[in-house]
């Protein structure tokens, strides 16, 4: 019989790392998923000396533990990690997806209600790309939504303007490098024109920055929206702009058996925002107010009973009438008028303005209730002489009957030149 054959080692390969058993991870993941900080956070409060184990200071990110048992963070113990929890949100343009900005833009955390467990976003979402965004408490869970190994699909509606057919968006199935960069395989359909703009609808698998903007810009369109519909299983649906919602704990455990599994699911159930507390200072509960008499409704003053009333009020006395009129009727008051003033008493009559040579003065009128010009005087009309009676036109007797008939004119009839008369 022959031996098997077994390969030698090289003399100058280098040695095999050891396997780490699955229930191995190092610290600052485990502490990630325990919802601590971010692992790049976490390497900093090692450094700081903030995290240690069993009392004692750790001082690598690369330790290795099996659980957080004895793990604590500034003298407190942390807890074991919870299952991972899966969230959607509904993006709006104009939030970065960030956890803070150095240039002090706002970001989607400033947005969210503050009531939430720490959430990590799954990918990225340009300024001014809005629509859906997944939020996960688990690192691992978001590793797996955003490596391409993976195969999960990200489909994408977007508004562009220019000239495009739907051949040139089928040559995108076969990918394409744009100044060096290789893009995957992308499924883009022509969805409808809307006079210059078109809608595309584009499904992929990579999800690289800014792939649809590059990819389209390439093409000669120009992007002027561009809305996330779709990640993996999970859908935008009727998610109100803003609104942020979470995923049923049995879709977030199907998708990890099956993660290249389209649709299905319940909707998520929306997460209600906590009121903010109104800032300054506190109201003080005071007495309760006595209750205030309601204010007598004013008299509408229309223009018949301004009428009676200025008549009620020039009208003469009437005399009473013994056995007729037993009520005493008294002087109506009259209404005073601006020109009734009389100046006050210790004051002295303002002195009349002087008038100008030439200019009339002023009178009052008691009709027009105002002061108005002066007419000039006229001069006295000095009586005419008589003149002497005429004497009476002599006139014709006329015969009664018919008028008397007014002489006609002779009749003149021309004749022209080359014409004669016979």
Do not use: C
């Not at 048992?69 to 990690?81: F, H, M, W, Y």
């Not at 002027?224 to 990640?231: D, K, N, P, W």
Request: proline residues 11%; hydrophobic residues 35%.
């Amino acid at each position: 019989m022959s031996k098997a054959f077994t390969p030698k080692p090289a003399p100058n390969a280098a040695p095999k790392a050891p396997v780490r058993p699955k229930d191995e991870q190092r610290i600052a993941k485990l502490l990630a998923r325990a919802g601590v900080a971010s692992r790049r956070e976490i390497e900093r409060m090692i450094a700081e000396g903030r995290i240690a184990l069993d009392g004692m200071v750790i001082d690598t990110p690369a330790t290795i533990l099996k659980s957080l048992i004895g793990v604590t963070v500034d003298g407190t113990p942390v807890a074991a990690p919870e299952a991972a929890r899966l969230f959607l949100y509904h993006k709006p343009p104009g939030l970065l997806v960030t956890e803070r900005d150095p240039a002090g833009r706002p970001t989607i955390y400033d947005r969210l209600p503050q009531d939430l467990p720490r959430l990590v976003p799954v990918g990225r979402l340009d300024l001014n790309t809005e629509g859906l965004l997944l939020l996960t408490t688990d690192g691992e869970l978001k590793r797996q939504l955003e490596l391409p190994a993976t195969g999960v699909e990200r489909a994408y509606r977007a508004r562009a303007y220019g000239p495009i057919t739907q051949e040139q968006l089928e040559e995108l199935i076969h990918g394409v490098e744009i100044e060096g960069v290789r893009y995957g395989s992308i499924d883009a359909n022509l969805e409808r024109r809307t006079g210059a703009n078109v809608w595309i609808e584009m499904i992929l698998t990579e999800g690289k920055n800014r792939e649809v903007r590059r990819v389209l810009e390439y093409l000669g369109l120009k992007v002027s929206r561009l809305i996330r519909t779709r990640y993996g299983p999970f859908i935008l649906g009727d998610l109100p702009v803003g609104e942020i919602g979470e995923i049923k704990q049995h879709d977030v455990v199907a998708f990890r058996k099956d993660p290249t599994r389209k649709g299905g699911g319940e909707a998520p159930k929306l997460v209600e925002k906590a009121r903010p507390a109104p800032r300054g200072l506190r109201e003080i509960p005071s007495a309760p107010k006595a209750p205030q008499p309601k204010p007598a409704p004013v008299r509408r003053i229309t223009k018949a009973s301004a009428n009676r009333a200025d008549k009620a009020a020039f009208a003469e006395p009437r005399v009473p009438q013994p056995g007729r009129d037993p009520v005493v009727l008294t002087k109506a008051t009259k209404v005073k008028r601006f020109y009734d003033a009389k100046p006050k008493a210790g004051t002295e009559p303002a002195a009349p303005r002087a008038i100008a040579p030439g200019q009339r003065p002023k009178v009052f009128n008691p009709e027009l209730g105002r002061n108005v010009r002066a007419k000039p005087a006229r001069p006295e009309r000095t009586e005419r002489p008589e003149k002497a009676e005429r004497a009476p036109a002599k006139s014709t007797p006329r015969t009664a009957g018919k008028a008397r008939a007014r002489p006609s004119k002779p009749r003149t009839v021309k004749i022209h030149k080359s014409r004669t008369r016979k």
